[in-house]
């Protein structure tokens, strides 16, 4: 059996890419066709894989301008050549998944959201901080992409979802039901320490992170937090930061581990599809204080991985992380917690997922499947 790999872009390191390692540790052998691939922004590993990149590859300046390109992508996709394969597998939160299969194909779609820019607009102009021309011609373009989001998603087979929040997006964008298969979590060796007393934030520094809200919660409080990553949010943040916040800047694997086993807590500010970074922290054995939305949700439990707060205001996170200074920590009861969410867990979900897949694929019956899956997502709702 033949198989390929599609995924959105190779140009930044997260969630979305730890997927994608895992789904080539099952087809070691299969090509990744992806839109661009900057191997200084990814691991040493990538470039011993089979990568394929679209014509964006040769574009001028793809590296720092890859998003003034956004009505290439659609063709970057289309055009790729995949008609020697059986099985694809797209990993994708944008534009993967619009590639065009042969006849007779089977093409599975991890899907980590639909597009975040077309359908919940508001928010990333508002926290994209879009104005003047552009803004005023983002309507003309994402009416557009809407209308290829939902055309391109026909030509998935199967969608497998990363949460049941982003399940219900499927169905109310793309109306497809879709098996929901939590992203795996690299457990690191549990071996618990005695807490600092800091506080936790960080990853990629963009706008839709909210982490602006953290630095105003610690500002009031005046308790220590320390950031850690990079990226294109950073230098506003710092404008905003008081004396007792820390900006770490980019932190290797050993580093960002240790900081996480020493911290109070970790702040999770932002909504997230679903969110690897907080279950790592659990991992080590601390505990998170999250705001309540999204992937979150289904992930911690108040009370017990820690805190949530219900609106997205500094006000409430500081009220949060005040009572918070008082709750007991179990940290064997987050490490086991953590456990659920496991790479091992993941890959066998993902193997048997695609085994029953092809099977029915090959009998037939693939309707009657993906009718199973619309049975699950409505259960499960």
């Given amino acids: 059996m033949r198989v390929a790999l599609v ?55 793809w590296r720092t301008q890859f998003r003034r390109y956004v009505p290439l992508y659609p063709a970057a996709f289309e055009q790729f050549d995949l008609r020697d394969y059986d099985l694809i597998i797209s990993s994708s939160s944008a534009f993967a998944k619009g590639i065009i299969p042969r006849p007779g194909a089977l093409h599975i779609c991890y899907c980590h959201t639909p597009m975040r820019f077309a ?28 209308m290829w989001d939902t055309t391109s998603a026909n030509r998935v087979d199967l969608f497998i979802a990363n949460s049941r929040e982003v399940a219900g997006r499927i169905a109310r964008y793309y109306r497809r039901p879709a098996m929901v298969i939590p992203p795996p979590v690299d457990l690191p060796p549990y071996q618990p320490s005695q807490p600092e ?83 790592e922290v659990l991992a080590v054995g601390r505990p998170v204080i999250a705001f309540a939305a999204g992937g979150a949700l289904e992930t911690l439990i108040e009370g017990v991985t820690g805190r949530f707060f219900y609106q997205p205001a500094a006000a409430a996170l500081a009220a949060a992380v005040a009572l918070s200074r008082t709750d007991p920590v179990d940290s064997l ?49």
């Fill in 119 to 146: 359908w919940r607009t508001g928010d990333y102009v508002a926290r994209e901080q879009i104005s003047g021309l552009q803004a005023r011609l983002l309507p003309f373009l994402l009416n557009y992409l809407r």
């Fill in 333 to 381: 009861a987050l490490r086991r917690h953590a456990e659920r969410f496991s790479r091992e867990r993941f890959l066998t979900a993902i193997r048997s997922f695609i085994d029953e897949a092809l099977a029915a694929h090959r009998a037939g019956r693939l309707l009657e499947f993906e009718q199973s899956l619309y049975r699950q997502t409505v259960a499960a709702m």
């Fill in 7 to 61: 995924h959105d872009y190779l140009n930044q390191y997260g969630g979305a890419e730890r997927v994608l390692e895992a789904l080539h540790a099952l087809f070691p052998a299969a090509p990744v066709y992806t839109s661009i691939f900057d191997p200084a922004a990814m691991p040493a590993a990538y470039q011993q894989w089979d990568i394929r990149t679209s014509f964006m590859q040769r574009l001028p300046a």
């Fill in 197 to 279: 007393d800091f506080y936790l934030a960080g990853g990629r520094l963009i706008p839709y992170k909210r982490l602006e809200l953290a630095i105003e919660a610690f500002n009031h409080l005046r308790l220590p937090l320390k950031i850690f990553g990079d990226g294109r949010d950073r230098a506003r943040l710092k404008r905003m930061a008081g004396p007792t916040i820390e900006f770490l800047g980019w932190v290797d694997e050993a580093t960002r581990l240790d900081l996480f086993a020493r911290c109070r807590a970790f702040i999770f500010p932002g909504e997230e599809d679903f969110g690897i970074t907080p279950l």
